[in-house]
């Protein structure tokens, strides 16, 4: 606002003298004349010479702020967008459902429509994608599923929605929902200016005033305590000065404002400190801006916040520890009520609105995961950056973008399921636990759930609260179990296309009698769960039932080494030594490996490194014969048919897939749909042993995962894995694993890879012939 002057181009009404000459003025009153000419030149040089010392200074700030804002505000910040939101007809949702769906995605209600809104209309809603986007795509939903869907103008079977803004984060871990001008309601701006700078939009980036009033209050209480400094004096603080108080900063910092307030409009400022400003910490972020704010301690998107709430962040500037509302809910009260009356004073509320707004207790959305999306693969993101990708060429503070591989609904779907299933899992521990034992540590749990295709993280979930712990127990080495038994079986399939002297098929026979295995001089004796003892049974049977020594025995019988030689093979580490052991999941690996690893059965035998961020990858390489992993797909599905995890089938999931249990200290569970990969860890930090299998605690967690996953319209289609050529099948005797006669009483179907085939009838089942009892 232009300062106001007097005008002086009209005489005051009344008699008028001419001046007086100087040479007719008295002799007392012509020393004054002189002295004040004097007075009046010594001001002017000395302004000029003020002028000529500050002019340099002045320069120089002015082209550190410059050079700072070439680079934009945010030099270090990027805008993490999730994967694009997907609807398909025939998904399973409700109203409330996909509305929370696209909130989650960051659009709003309004009746008005626009960008990133939706509203309902016809019977359905109408959703307004973006910016480019004219024509809103109408959703029909009936009967709890969606019905139908429209775009522009015509019906279509799916529909994708664009990446909704997960976050904006910096290299040292600072989060921001950035907002426009246009964004910010006018009661949090309000709120701001009455709490941090009622002058903002009038003063010219310095306080004159307040300054005098700040230095009056300092220098008759003799303290330099009381605070002066405007929004932009604030934001040019954040941006590029250190938060001390000698005299030296402080003119600095009125130069740069000086110069920043000539080149940005208020709006521009005020917008700036509103995505700068820092609000607290949540977890191992610091929050910056209201935006995330908003988010973190209501819930909410900004826009949606009340006058009281809109105070409550107002009041945080000032002492953002001490006032936080998730410890210090009297403090932040109080805090808040003292930015409302400053709001009822410069008259932007009205006593009515104060009197409410004070009445209303403080409500925050909880100190937990419930705005902080998909923390643990934030930090998998910012970790897979370098170096800081170019930011588009739309403007000086524009900043760049990361297309992320998150499908929020998912990561939703993985956090309510594993938060189920550990709610079940301390049920039973607590039911084992023996009167007056004093509660232990809670145990933890992980997710990890990819595109077996193309290796794209979708859902990730390092632990059960992440504020509590940063922990990513997704990358924590732990021994697998069972798990890990398929690389036993996919090295001895293998046997058929490596051309090895003993071939072994999914119909060779292997008996878990138990034995005794010597290496290295040192005996090792392996035992089943809960000492069960199966005979003799197919090489099908034995991964089913996770029989114990039949796998050592088969890892034995195909080389120790072998076994090694393909774990590597699949991606997992070099730290897994050939013994007996190996066979049963002894040696350390992360979800994330056994993730990777799964790849290569879903996709035919070509692996995939799992990726944070889209079109990242190297590609798949192929490390199995596709016969092989064809064999074993079908191997794992049988597991889930009649072995250990036949309760994801009782559970009521039904797609086409497989998988496989694993139970050490902890418990496990790997299993794959064609579309979708998912790896469950349970287990304590601290190593002690969970006892508790993986079929009971981390089976149902993947189970429940898989089942909301099924509802989705890019996950529902899982089909038949397709076989590969070279495959054939061939009616066995279950007992013998040769070609079935007439006699045998339990014969299948089984598959082979050509040429590895039995030939031979079985034997054991001939006329008059007594055969021993399998016990299959």
Known sequence: MPYLTP????????????????????????????????????????????????????????RVIDRRLQTGAFPD?????????RLAVG????????????????????????????????????????????????????SGHISRLRANGADTREASLASPLITTLSANKEKRLMLAFAAIPPVLVHAVVSAEDKRFFSHGGVDLPRIAKAAWIDFRDGRKEEGASTLTMQLVRG?????????????????????????????????????????????????HGFGAGARMFFGKDLKDISLAEAALLAGLVQRPSYFNPFRYPARARERRDVVLAMMRENRYISTPEYDSARAEPVRVAGDSLSEARAPWFLDFVLD????????????????????????????????????????????????????????????????IALDPRTGEIKALVGGRD????????????????????????????????????????????????????????KPYQPANFRGEHFGSMTLRQALAHSDNVAAVKVAQGVGFDAVVRMARRMGLNDQIDA?????????????????????????????????????????????????????????????????????????GFTL???????????????????ELLCVVWVGFDDYRDLNLEGARSALPIWTEFMKRAAKMGAYRNAKEFPSPGGIVQARICTASGKLAGDQCPDTRGEYFISGSEPTEKCDLHQAGVAPEDPQP
């Open 7 to 62: 005008d002086l181009t009209t005489e005051p009404a009344g008699e008028t003298l001419p001046p007086e000459p100087l040479s007719g003025l008295t002799p007392a009153r012509r020393p004054f004349i002189r002295w004040l000419t004097i007075a009046g030149i010594a001001l002017a040089a000395l302004f000029v010479l003020a002028l000529a010392v500050t002019a340099p200074f002045y320069i120089h700030f002015a």
């Open 77 to 85: 910040s990027i805008d993490i967008y999730a994967a694009p939101l």
């Open 91 to 142: 998904d399973s949702a409700d109203a409330p459902e996909l509305t929370g769906e696209l909130r989650a995605a960051g659009y709003h209600d309004s009746a008005a429509g626009g960008p990133g809104t939706w509203r309902a209309a016809n019977g359905g809603l109408e959703i307004f994608p973006g910016e480019g986007s004219r024509a809103p795509l109408g959703v029909f939903i009936a």
């Open 239 to 287: 941006l590029s000065l250190d938060p001390d108080k000698r005299w030296k900063r402080k003119i600095a910092e009125v130069l740069m404002t000086i110069h920043l307030e000539h080149q940005w409009s208020k709006e521009k400022i005020f917008e700036t400190y509103v995505n700068q400003v820092y609000l607290g910490r949540q977890a191992d972020y610091s929050v």
């Open 384 to 447: 897979q950056l370098p170096d800081r990708p170019a930011a588009p060429e739309s403007g000086e503070s524009a900043i760049p973008a990361v297309h992320s591989t998150i499908d929020l609904s998912l990561q939703g779907a993985a956090e309510e399921s594993l938060r189920a299933g550990m709610a079940d899992v301390d049920t039973i521990l607590a039911k084992r636990a023996k009167p007056g034992d004093k509660p232990g540590p809670r145990p933890e749990a992980a997710l």
């Open 466 to 521: 992440y504020n509590r712990s940063q922990l990513d127990r997704i990358f924590a080495k732990r021994p697998p179990g069972s798990v890990f038994k398929p690389f036993v079986y996919a090295a001895a399939l293998d046997t058929a296309v490596s051309g090895a002297a003993r071939v072994y098929t999914p119909a060779s026979i292997v008996d878990d009698a138990p034995t005794t295995f010597w290496f290295g001089g």
């Open 579 to 651: 013994t007996p052991a190996v066979a049963l999941g002894a040696y350390q690996v992360t979800p994330f490996e056994i993730a990777a690893a799964y790849t290569a059965f879903a996709e035919g035998g070509r692996r995939v490194k799992p990726i944070g961020i889209a079109n990242t990858g190297s590609g798949p390489a192929q490390v199995l014969d596709p016969r092989t992993a064809w064999l074993m797909v079908s191997m794992l599905e049988e597991v889930m048919r009649t072995g250990t995890a036949a309760g994801v089938r009782s559970r």
């Open 656 to 674: 086409p897939a497989g998988g496989k249990t694993g139970t050490s200290h902890d418990g496990w569970f790997a299993g794959f749909t064609s």
